[in-house]
Nanobody, 111 residues
Framework: QVQLVESGGGLVQPGGSLRLSCAAS????????MGWYRQAPGKQRELIAF???????NYAASVKGRFTISRDNGKNTVYLQMNSLKSEDTAVYYC?????WGQGTQVTVSS
């Protein structure tokens, strides 16, 4: 019943920017902490940022200062603004809310 759909991934050059969106839909009214995760080839899925219903944020050290997570509670949407992208940021990015996961969106940083 609850669905999360990521969008905004693609190919970008090092130093470039990308903005990901995650739209949540469903009949439930419970608000969860929402987070962005990523999984690079050969690596475990890692939490890179999360935001509470009150707007508090936290970031992994690898993305701190470059990525910004935000949410629009009225739209049930969470965003991830990614700046100064590096090749190491290449991964499938997933949105998570509670126990629900999105399908993921591919981000590739390459020249």
């Amino acid at each position: 019943q609850v669905q999360l759909v990521e969008s905004g991934g693609g190919l970008v050059q090092p130093g470039g920017s990308l903005r990901l969106s995650c739209a949540a839909s469903g009949s439930i009214s419970i608000m969860y902490v929402m987070g962005w995760y990523r999984q690079a080839p050969g690596k475990q899925r890692e939490l890179i940022a999360f935001i509470t219903s009150g707007g508090s944020t936290n970031y992994a050290a690898s993305v701190k200062g470059r990525f910004t997570i935000s949410r629009d509670n009225g739209k049930n949407t969470v965003y991830l603004q990614m700046n100064s992208l590096k090749s190491e940021d290449t991964a499938v990015y997933y949105c998570k809310s509670g126990s629900h996961w999105g399908q993921g969106t591919q981000v590739t940083v390459s020249s």
